[in-house]
Each structure stands twice: as C-alpha cells, then as structure tokens.
C-alpha cells in the first residue's frame, strides 16, 4: 500500500468513528462536533481519493 492509499485508510476510520461517536453521544454539542468532525475526514478521504487518481493517471 502506498502512503496515500495508507492516509486514504486513516481518514476512512477517522470517518467512522465519528460517526459512531455521534451516534452514541447523549450531549448535542458533542454530537455536533463529532458529525462535523466525521464530515472534514469524509472530505479529506474525498481528496485522497482524487489525489491518488490523479497519480494513478500520470
């Protein structure tokens, strides 16, 4: 695996867990935090995926 693709996977788990520590959370504002926080990794995953696709192509 390269490093992006490693980075990729990194921010694909980040995503996760904060989805599921908003899911969890009893507090809102922690909820909210945490759904804000998942949706900037899911961006930065989305990123990744291009830069990969962009190195993939060259």
């Not at 990194?10 to 759904?35: G, N, P, Q, V």
Request: with cysteine.
């Amino acid at each position: 695996m390269t490093e992006l693709e490693d980075r990729l996977e990194r921010f694909e788990t980040l995503t996760a867990e904060c989805e599921l520590i908003a899911k969890l959370a009893t507090d809102s504002t922690k909820r909210e935090f945490y759904l804000k926080l998942g949706e900037q990794y899911r961006q930065l995953a989305v990123d990744m995926r291009q830069a990969i696709a962009i190195r993939a192509a060259a």
